[in-house]
Structures are given as structure tokens and as C-alpha cells.
């Protein structure tokens, strides 16, 4: 008797497919975790209520699966196993590549051991697993009416029989144009000539004598090589690869590089730390940078703000919506911090310092992740030393911010320790200068150097 494993209950009508974590003929111990599906933007990982041996993984990696729809097919663990020890290495190698439960096999060799022909013939009394056919593959779609059938080709030489003229035949004189009886239609006939080599016949061409017309073979997904894993795009990393894809090929990127000492900023924070705690927050440099930004948004406000559809024109925007690039296991997500221009330091501190657990949690809604008018990716690895964001589809810049880091300076004709921050903007040449994405980016770095003004 088989057990039919089925989707259970996943937070969702339907997932995605992650991956298996058991292959098939492997043991499944009653509760165990099998596979790992994407339900909305979580990860769930999901158990099998059966203990047993997973005889067939039903759902493949990528597929979309409803609720209560077939998983996996297991046979039920047998209570004894006891034979399992009777067989050698290779004996058990075979039972696992032919789907063989040895704890059901009985033992045919000396002291009951379990032999290869035990297995094989333990195999031919396996019952059938039933064939589970796709959706698309069980309506078959309409075949098109049969052509009319047009002799093979071949190739003829000059004594070929086939060229041979029929014996002459006595003929009457030739009648004359005055004489000769209209000729009756005749049907139409159906040529297939081997085309000259260099030239092509047009499809209609074909088509128009009654030549059906050909499709090339069907394409088939090249086999992954054995030390190779190919894992599909799903949900919000498929979404995300999506829109950076046509972001890249539409959008004219050109780039600026500013660096900013936010040695003040630093000793700043310090300073503000325990007022942080009492708040419940946690200050951050990019707290800091959301908040110069803001102000520089305002001071330049063509950067903040959207391509026409068309693609022949700029909209500009009067609030400040900011996204903030951030990854949370395989969801790349931009939630948004709206009205950035009305938050003091200490509203978007708090805003930001709870974004982290609230995207864990999957605790951000929708409305959320969409409208961003201007997007900073901040990259706190202290190896990274620049950052060059894509551009998201309408916005026309982006900015990448890097962890602050400690350098000698020479400052007076002394050599200083201060410390430094990268800011590299991504804009659309389309709608912004050079000249323009200097000014923005300095006007961003002179805020950033007199904190004071942030707080």
C-alpha cells in the first residue's frame, strides 16, 4: 500500500517549489522535514506526518503546487528491520537505485543474507506507480490537418530509369491555331523540387502550392552535468531579476563618485547613543544619510523624481519617498519610507532600525514595497568600498552608500586620521548632467559633514 504524500497546509493556496532535502529512496522518518517550498515571500519548510521510503518526488524544483496536491509517494515504513543488516554495501546500493525497501525483502542467501537477485526480483513485484501527467499534458492539443503526402526525394543519375523517354508512337500532323480545340484545364499538380543550394524558397511561396510549411524540431533544456545544480529564479527573487533586467537595457546609466568625512557624524553618534537607547532605537549611519538625503532632495529636486511612461519627459516629485534596498534570505525587497522630507532624525532612526525584523517576519505589506521615488543601497561590509546601484524603473538616480572607514587624510600638510564614507550615484543620463550629479553629490557630502544640522 502506498501513502500518497500531499501539500499540507502552508500559509498559501499555492507555493513554489525550493528544493528536496531527501532524494528518493531514502528513509523518511515520521515528522521530518522533505522540502522547502516559497509560500508569498516566506521560506516553509515542509514534513511528512508518514514515516517510510520516499519511492518518487512527484513535485520537481520550480513547479508551483496547490494546496492538497500530490507531493511525493512513500511506502510505509515496515516495523521490522532486522534483514536490513543481511546485505552487503553493493547489495544495498542496488536496492536504493531500484527503489527496493530491504526490510521487506526476505533473504535468500546464506544465514538469510539478502543477495542481488533477492533485490531484482523484489523490483518485479513492485506495484506500478501510477503516471502523473502535467496539466498542459493532459489536454492534448489539436493536431493540425494531415498534409497531402508528397513523394520521398531521391537522386537520379543520367541513366537512371526513370529518365528514359517512353518509344515513340506514331503522331497526327500537328493542328493548326485555327483548327486546334481548346485545350481542357488540367488539374493542378504538386512539385517538389530540391532547392539550389544558396537560395531559399519563401514560406509563402510554399504555402501557395499546397507545401505545408515546416517548424524546426523542438528544443530541449541542455542536461545539467553531474557536479553542477541549477536552481530556478521563483517569487520576489524571479520579480526582482525581472526588473533590473529591463531597467538595465532601458535605462542610460552614467555614474558619480563622491567621498565624505563623517568623522563628526561618528563622534555624533556616540554622543546620541544613550538618548537612543531611552527611545528604543537603534541610530544608525544611515540614519544620517536618510536624512541628508532628504534635505538634498529637496535642494535638487529633479533627482527626485520619475520617467514618463513614453519615455519624453520627467515628472518631478514633491514628497520624498525613499526605498531602502535590502535582502532577506532569497527575497530582495525596496520597502519605502514616505514623506522623508517631514521625519526628523529620530522618527526615521526608528523606522529603519525595525525594518530588518519586520521583513524576517514578512511583516511588511505590499502597499510598502511600491513608490519609491529615489532608492539607497547601503552595503555595511567593511571589504566594500564602492557601490553602483541599477536604477529601478521609473526613478531616474540611485544611490549607493559603504560602511564609513578609517583612512589617513593629509590635511594642512599633516597626515590625519579620519573617517571616510563612499557614495557613488547611479543616474539616468537621460535626464541629469554630469555637472548636476557633481552638484547633487556634493551638496550631499557637506550635509553629511555637519551632522549637527541632521539632528
Same mark, same amino acid.
Given at each position: ?17 525550493? *528544493? ?12 521530518? #522535514?522533505? %522540502? ?11 514534513? %511528512?506526518?508518514?514515516?517510510? #521510503? ?15 496536491? !500530490? ?23 542496488? =536496492? ?22 533477492? #533485490? ?38 543520367? /541513366? ?5 523517354? +517512353? ?21 493542378? &499538380? ?13 514560406? @509563402? ?7 505545408? &510549411? ?12 553531474? /557536479? ?30 563622491? &567621498? ?22 537603534d541610530l544608525s549611519e544611515l540614519a544620517f544619510v536618510v536624512r541628508a538625503l532628504a534635505k538634498t532632495l529637496h535642494e535638487c529636486p529633479d533627482f527626485n523624481s520619475h520617467m514618463t511612461e513614453d519615455g519624453h ?24 519610507? $514616505? ?15 525595525? !525594518?530588518?525584523? $519586520? ?40 544611490? *549607493?552608500?559603504?560602511? @564609513? ?28 548632467? +554630469? ?9 550631499? @557630502?557637506?550635509?553629511?559633514? =555637519?551632522?549637527?544640522? !541632521?539632528?
Open positions: 500500500m502506498l501513502y500518497e504524500f500531499r501539500l499540507p497546509e502552508a500559509g498559501s493556496t499555492e507555493v513554489a517549489m525550493l *528544493g528536496w532535502e531527501v532524494r528518493e529512496g531514502d528513509r523518511v522518518a515520521a515528522d521530518q #522535514v522533505v %522540502c522547502r517550498v516559497l509560500a508569498g515571500k516566506a521560506e516553509v519548510e515542509i514534513r %511528512c506526518p508518514q514515516a517510510g #521510503v520516499l519511492l518518487k518526488q512527484v513535485a520537481r524544483i520550480g513547479d508551483q503546487v496547490r494546496l492538497r496536491q !500530490l507531493v511525493a509517494i512513500l511506502r510505509p515504513e515496515a516495523q521490522s528491520l532486522q534483514t536490513h543488516g543481511l546485505a552487503l554495501p553493493s547489495v544495498r546500493k542496488l =536496492a536504493s537505485e531500484l527503489k527496493v525497501d530491504l526490510s521487506a525483502v526476505k533473504g535468500g542467501g546464506p544465514g538469510g543474507r539478502i543477495t542481488e537477485e533477492d #533485490v531484482r526480483e523484489a523490483q518485479k513485484s513492485l506495484p506500478e506507480l501510477p503516471v502523473l501527467k502535467r496539466p498542459e499534458e493532459q489536454a492534448p492539443a489539436p493536431q493540425p490537418a494531415p498534409a497531402p503526402e508528397i513523394p520521398p526525394e531521391r537522386s537520379l543519375t543520367l /541513366d537512371d530509369p526513370a529518365l528514359a523517354l +517512353p518509344p515513340e508512337q506514331p503522331t497526327a500532323p500537328l493542328p493548326t491555331a485555327s483548327t486546334a480545340p481548346p485545350a481542357p484545364p488540367r488539374p493542378a &499538380e504538386i512539385v517538389e523540387e530540391k532547392p539550389t543550394p544558396g537560395l531559399a524558397i519563401p514560406a @509563402a511561396a510554399l504555402t501557395a502550392i499546397g507545401v505545408p &510549411e515546416t517548424t524546426p524540431p523542438p528544443t530541449h533544456p541542455e542536461a545539467t552535468p553531474p /557536479d553542477e545544480e541549477r536552481i530556478a529564479f521563483m517569487g520576489p527573487r524571479k520579480r526582482a531579476a525581472e526588473r533590473l533586467a529591463h531597467s538595465w537595457k532601458s535605462i542610460p546609466h552614467a555614474y558619480g563618485l563622491a &567621498e565624505a568625512d563623517v568623522t563628526a557624524l561618528r563622534n555624533l553618534m556616540r554622543e546620541l547613543q544613550p538618548e537612543a537607547h531611552k527611545k528604543g532605537c519627459g520627467i515628472v518631478f516629485k514633491r514628497s520624498c519617498n525613499i526605498g531602502i534596498a535590502m535582502t532577506v534570505g532569497h527575497a530582495p525587497i525596496v520597502p519605502v519610507l $514616505r514623506d522623508a522630507q517631514k521625519k526628523d532624525l529620530w522618527t526615521l532612526a526608528s523606522e529603519l532600525s525595525k !525594518l530588518p525584523a $519586520r521583513a524576517r517576519d514578512h511583516n511588511i505589506p505590499e502597499a510598502e514595497l511600491h513608490g519609491a521615488t529615489f532608492t539607497v543601497t547601503s552595503v555595511s561590509s567593511a571589504a566594500s568600498n564602492l557601490v553602483l546601484p541599477v536604477i529601478l524603473q521609473p526613478e531616474t538616480a540611485s544611490l *549607493g552608500v559603504t560602511k @564609513a572607514h578609517e583612512r589617513a587624510v593629509v590635511i594642512g600638510g599633516g597626515i590625519h586620521s579620519r573617517w571616510r564614507m563612499n557614495l557613488g550615484l547611479s543616474y539616468d543620463r537621460r535626464c541629469h548632467d +554630469p555637472s548636476h550629479a557633481a552638484a547633487f553629490l556634493s551638496a550631499l @557630502a557637506r550635509r553629511l559633514e =555637519a551632522p549637527r544640522s !541632521l539632528a
